[in-house]
């Protein structure tokens, strides 16, 4: 079967759903058995709902973060909306969708892999200060990306009033990944696969892929105990095709640029939690080992070998973080920006931002709102 057929066949299985300003329809011989799970890690949302974003709050969809000038009661999306996350690191949505508004949203990602299977549509998004846009094959093709971030990192996306977007995304933390690695083999594989921050792949999807990810957009309106351990399946197998193409495209495009922290994702969950717990306290490094209950010299140490960088100045970087979160996300100012970063003068701030991200903080919000 062609890429083309797979798309046309899910097309036809959708019976021709009409999407526009007045009304949008779902016409499937199933729609009697479209229902919202009550489950807080799944949610299904009907074609023809509107989709507030106190909404999307409540339904726990994770990472998603609009700017706070963005009224709870505002419609954001309109349309089919999945999204399952259990709670160990994976993550699905999927979505047969129109945008409402032309928004920005942003989210403070982990380390992690995010698949995109694009059958419909323009998705525009930035990954730091690059920016990125899906949906360039044309008609009639299904697009397959990926990006991998071996540390936390802001993504923002925008949304485009009237855009049509019909799409599944699978998000699969590094934690979820080194679980399941049970040979040293695979578990260098998937050092390697995150050796490089902010990598971006993109190809078109094979006929395999295709047709599992419209199987999953069919299925996605179902929420009965077979459909949910078929939708399981397909999700594991996307994973799986997805991968073995990713680690081909590294092979050969591999980024020149490589992250400081190299550090497993169990043993970075288990020491920087506890750092990013005390950042805001302005504690010493003796005050944080104390706090921890190990020696400073010991504490230096596991730092240091599990992220490459000391304490100090990893909880300089993460203070950046959170000052280029508040920039984007909070709208707060250059002066606010830098006090949340520890710095007294912003000439300093400043300086030290560009350091980090390539840019001045003026001119990444110039980026993300041009």
């Known amino acids: 079967m062609s890429k083309r057929h797979s798309v046309m066949k899910y097309h036809q299985s959708l019976e021709s759903v009409q999407l526009n300003d007045e009304k949008t329809a779902l016409t499937v011989a199933e729609q009697n058995d479209y229902s919202p799970n009550k489950q807080d890690n799944q949610v299904t949302a009907r074609l023809d709902n509107m ?24 419609v954001v999306l309109k349309g089919l909306f999945h999204h399952h996350f259990d709670r160990h690191g994976l993550s699905v949505h999927a979505g047969n969708l129109i945008e409402m508004a032309d928004r920005i949203s942003f989210a403070e990602l982990p380390p992690a892999i995010s698949m995109t299977i694009l059958f419909d549509g323009k998705v525009s998004f930035s990954l730091g200060s690059q920016r990125y846009q899906l949906g360039c094959l044309g008609e009639g093709h299904v ?23 019909n799409k599944l995304n699978i998000f699969i933390e590094r934690q979820w990944l080194e679980e399941r690695a049970t040979t040293p083999d695979e578990k260098q594989h998937i050092q390697q696969l995150f ?30 105990i077979q459909d949910e351990l078929l939708k399981e399946a397909i999700i594991f197998q996307l994973i799986a095709e997805n991968l073995k193409v990713l680690s081909s495209l590294h092979r050969v495009e591999r980024p020149q640029e490589t992250s400081q922290f190299y550090a497993t994702a169990s043993q970075e969950n288990q020491l920087r939690h506890q750092i990013d717990d005390m950042l805001m306290q302005s504690m010493t490094v003796a005050e944080m080992a104390s706090a921890i209950g190990l020696s400073v010299s010991t504490l230096q140490r596991k730092f240091k070998t599990t992220y490459g960088v000391t304490v100090n100045n990893y909880c300089r970087q993460r203070r950046l973080d959170m000052a280029k979160k508040a920039l984007l996300v909070d709208k707060k100012s250059i002066g606010e920006a830098a006090f949340i970063a520890g710095y007294a003068h912003p000439s300093n701030f400043i300086t030290a931002f560009k350091k980090r991200f390539k840019l001045t903080p003026s001119e990444l919000v110039a980026t993300i709102f041009p």
């Open 51 to 74: 989709i507030y974003l106190s909404e999307l709050n409540r339904m726990n969809v994770r990472y998603l973060s609009f700017s706070e000038d963005t009224a709870q009661d505002e």
């Open 143 to 165: 697009e397959c990306s990926a990006f991998i971030i071996n540390q936390p990192e802001m993504l923002s996306r925008r949304f485009e009033r009237g855009m049509h977007v």
């Open 195 to 224: 050796q490089a921050h902010a990598a971006f792949y993109h190809w078109q999807a094979s006929d395999v892929v295709a047709k599992l990810a419209s199987d999953y957009l069919f299925k996605a309106q179902h929420t009965t």
